[in-house]
């Protein structure tokens, strides 16, 4: 009598079924809409009752908020090319949320012009150069090249913005009798001219991208570190600081990341994709959360050392403020806490990073640590006048926060939510069994 062969073990996971990918654009709640409303309104009050009050309060106050809001608008289409350049396939659900950000990027460039105007209320030496910094703080070299920074990192992102979302817009092109072809926007059209037919199309824009991604870390890392040196450290001529540019840009990723996390919940919820932005897409978004926020405290702790050692009084002039002067020293202490302390030690618990309230909390920290400090950095360098207008700081907040807000949510009305043409986006959704 034959003996039957033992049972093989199976070679892989048994599959579960694919989840479809929803083809519906970002479509927001309406109470969403309504509050940024009524933000932007605020702000705009706000604005022009210290415009006419107290405008050294007031550009003390857009200075902090231009840097932070304009910050997380190059963070958009940064995780996207990020992500891309290390084939991180698990963020493709994620990078069309996130490159919504940078829509904004061309109104950024716009609203920096209104701090060019204001140069005398920000920089204190401007009639006065500091003898030595006289080449690099000529006054048309520093407005000049600033300006010529956000131009190019705007012209930069936006491009590859275009490319990335061209790809599901063109479906509409390429098949006469869809049903949205008579209903395109002027945006759609935009996005659409010169349709050559999904194959072709497919290879442009791959190579499109793949020279842009490239080209937006190395401009993102030298440019943005220099505006950083030129919105935060030349506030106080006598500040050097040869890690600041690193320092500057990592808080800015850090926040970028951090909002991202917000988001991805936040779309959760709202479109029911939970199939789709899955916990352990979350639980890695929120790993990058964790990871930089250690990285964050180590280049704040490499700096504090280095000046402290030093000892020379123009670079530690803000540490000393921060250190050992009330309220500069309760709100320091704020920002550690909620940048790290509290963001590493709930971070630390796999099952807080897997579940949406949770890590959207932990964001919720970490962003609003970011925002404290920009706004430290910048009053403790030019604020003489008692305790700093955080109050203020956060009306003209509301400003920014309303006009971005509602331009990005206007441009997530334009496309599907998800890459649904994008074909890593299908190999990134083959279910399997749970990896956590």
């Not at 920089?123 to 300006?147: E, Q, V």
């Not at 020279?211 to 993102?220: C, G, P």
């Amino acid at each position: 009598m034959a003996i039957a062969p033992p049972p093989q073990p199976p070679t892989s996971p048994p599959s579960l079924p694919r989840p479809a990918i929803t083809r519906a654009p970002g479509t927001p709640a309406r109470w969403v809409t309504r509050l940024l409303w009524v933000l932007l309104f605020i702000g705009i009050g706000v604005f022009l009752t210290l415009l006419v009050t107290d405008p050294r309060q007031l550009w003390t106050d857009y200075l902090a908020e231009f840097i932070f809001f304009s910050g997380l608008a190059l963070d958009g289409v940064l995780f996207s090319a990020v992500t891309r350049g290390c084939n991180g396939r698990w963020a493709r659900p994620l990078m069309p949320l996130a490159e919504g950000l940078s829509v904004v990027l061309p109104v950024t460039v716009l609203l920096y012009i209104p701090l060019m105007l204001a140069h005398n209320f920000i920089y204190s030496w401007w009639n006065h150069i500091p003898y030595g910094k006289g080449p690099w703080l000529n006054h048309w070299f520093l407005l000049g090249r600033d300006l010529g920074f956000w131009i190019v990192l705007a012209w930069l992102e936006v491009r590859y913005l275009y490319w990335s979302r061209r790809r599901d817009l063109g479906e509409v092109c390429d098949d006469p009798a869809h049903p949205g072809r008579g209903q395109a926007t002027g945006l759609q059209r935009f996005i659409c001219r010169k349709w050559r037919g999904m194959e072709a199309e497919h290879r442009r824009i791959e190579h499109s991208l793949g020279r842009l991604w490239v080209l937006i870390i190395f401009a993102y890392a030298y440019f943005y570190g220099i505006l950083g040196m030129d919105m935060n450290m030349s506030l106080n001529p006598v500040w050097y600081d040869y890690i600041y540019d690193w320092y500057f840009w990592i808080c800015n990723w850090y926040a970028g990341i951090a909002l991202i996390c917000i988001l991805a919940v936040a779309w959760r919820n709202r479109m029911a994709v939970r199939d789709i932005i899955n916990r352990d897409i979350l639980h890695d978004v929120g790993e990058m959360m964790f990871a930089f926020a250690i990285f964050w405290t180590y280049l704040f702790w490499s700096q504090f050392m280095v000046q402290w050692f030093a000892n020379r009084q123009g670079n530690i002039h803000l540490l000393l403020l921060v250190s050992t002067t009330q309220p500069w020293e309760t709100i320091a202490w704020l920002v550690l806490t909620l940048g790290f302390f509290l963001p590493f030690g709930l971070g630390l618990s796999r099952a807080f990073k897997r579940r949406g309230p949770t890590l959207a909390t932990l964001a919720a920290f970490a962003l609003a640590a970011m925002w404290l400090q920009q706004n430290l950095i910048v009053m403790g360098s030019i604020w003489t006048r008692g305790f700093p207008p955080l109050l203020t700081s956060a009306g003209i907040a509301c400003l920014f926060l309303g006009l971005y807000g509602l331009i990005y949510l206007w441009f997530m009305r334009q496309a599907p939510l998800f890459p649904v043409q994008d074909p890593a986006l299908a190999q990134t959704l083959v279910a399997s069994l749970p990896r956590h």
